[in-house]
């Protein structure tokens, strides 16, 4: 038995998931605690998603921030579970993804580890994605492992959906290896057309979503898009879809109303993962949905409708948190890494082979 420590900061970067879980015969989520990210660093983070002035040095601020962020919230989380850092195998840290180019050879994720083990006392696993792009791979989605290890027991054709950021599949069957890839946007745009248009950080249930019209003709232009083409090996990130990408639409259209846009947001983001699913595994009997869109009340609706022929719900159904899947991920990666299983499938990112990911820094 082994306590192990997950700290998660998505593509949304609304905050930072920290999850503790005990890996002995099975994984055990024991406590959580969430950190919102601080206003500044949220906009110091997004700007570092594209190139500009002085970067190097603004990443080397952005991430000291990050890793003070994370200290903070981990000595939060073991005051409260009255633990010492020593009771803590390792920190598994996913870092804030700040560029995300396989095609190029290259994803980076900052969050210094180095000085996160020295404000923790607890030694670090990070940096999990170059190990699998340096292979060939597109270093993510690096989560299906973690999904066939928690739900591969069930026996059924299923896919675990996870919707941050962007959103991505996991395609379980027996006797087959997991396959998993990304669907395309899943909160990005939405988060940022209501940020623009109505200065909130989210669209609550997809409430206002709900309140418009999906526009055919924008919906259509959207999907146009060469990622959306094809079941993976694939990943995307900022990089691709973005509101420039999306004002780039809207240039050539007639005037929408702005809930209208966002109703066609929430549109693309249920018609990419249905058809994706379609495409990919036929009569799924099971979709379990993770991630912040699972909380979006519009966005499941329209799941359910998608998939009349699948059971569409909640991880919270199967006994696991949806809000804490991803945390828990990167937590299970770290007891991988010191370790030495290998937990990325070439059948997700299309490396050459199983590798042992990520980088230790010891406390």
Not at 89 to 96: K, L, T, V
Not at 349 to 362: D, E, N, Q, S
Request: hydrophobic share 45%; net charge negative.
């Amino acid at each position: 038995m082994a306590l192990y420590l997950g700290v998660m900061s998505g593509t949304s970067l609304d905050g930072l998931d920290i999850a503790l879980i005990e890996q002995g015969e099975r994984l055990e989520l024991l406590a959580t605690h969430y950190l919102p990210m601080p206003a500044e660093l949220r906009q110091q983070l997004l700007a570092l998603c594209a190139s500009g002035p002085d970067e190097i040095a603004r990443a080397a601020l952005a991430e000291n921030h990050w890793a003070s962020l994370a200290a903070e919230g981990i000595q939060q989380l073991l005051k409260k579970q009255g633990l010492q850092p020593a009771a803590i195998r390792a920190i598994g840290s996913h870092g804030q993804t700040i560029r995300h180019e396989p095609a190029r050879g290259f994803t980076v994720q900052i969050g210094n580890p180095a000085l996160l083990a020295e404000l923790t006392g607890i030694a670090v696993v990070a940096d999990f994605r170059r190990r699998d792009v340096a292979a060939g791979g597109q270093g993510a989605p690096l989560v299906p492992a973690f999904h066939e290890t928690l739900f591969a027991h069930l026996g059924q054709r299923l896919a675990v959906l996870n919707v941050g950021g962007f959103s991505n599949l996991s395609l379980i069957e027996h006797d087959k290896p997991v396959h998993g890839f990304d669907c395309g946007p899943g909160n990005v745009l939405l988060d940022a057309w209501i940020e623009r248009k109505r200065g909130q950080a989210y669209d609550a249930d997809g409430a206002w979503a709900a309140s418009g019209v999906a526009q055919t003709d924008l919906l259509n232009a959207l999907l146009s898009d060469p990622f959306f083409v094809g079941s993976g090996p694939k990943s995307t990130g900022r990089e691709v879809f973005n509101l420039a990408w999306l004002d780039g639409h809207l240039a050539r259209m007639p005037h929408y109303r702005d809930e209208d846009v966002q109703a066609t947001l929430l549109e693309l983001t249920a018609r990419t993962i249905t058809e994706s699913l379609r495409n990919a595994q036929q009569g799924t009997e099971a979709l379990l949905v993770c991630g912040g869109g699972a909380r979006n009340g519009a966005l499941m609706a329209r799941l359910d409708a998608l998939l009349p022929d699948t059971r569409v719900t909640s991880t919270q159904a199967y006994g696991v948190d949806p809000d804490w899947v991803e945390g828990m991920a990167f937590a299970w990666l770290a007891h991988c890494c010191l370790e030495g299983i290998a937990a990325n499938r070439p059948s997700v990112t299309a490396a050459k082979g199983l590798r042992v990911l990520g980088a230790i820094y010891p406390a």
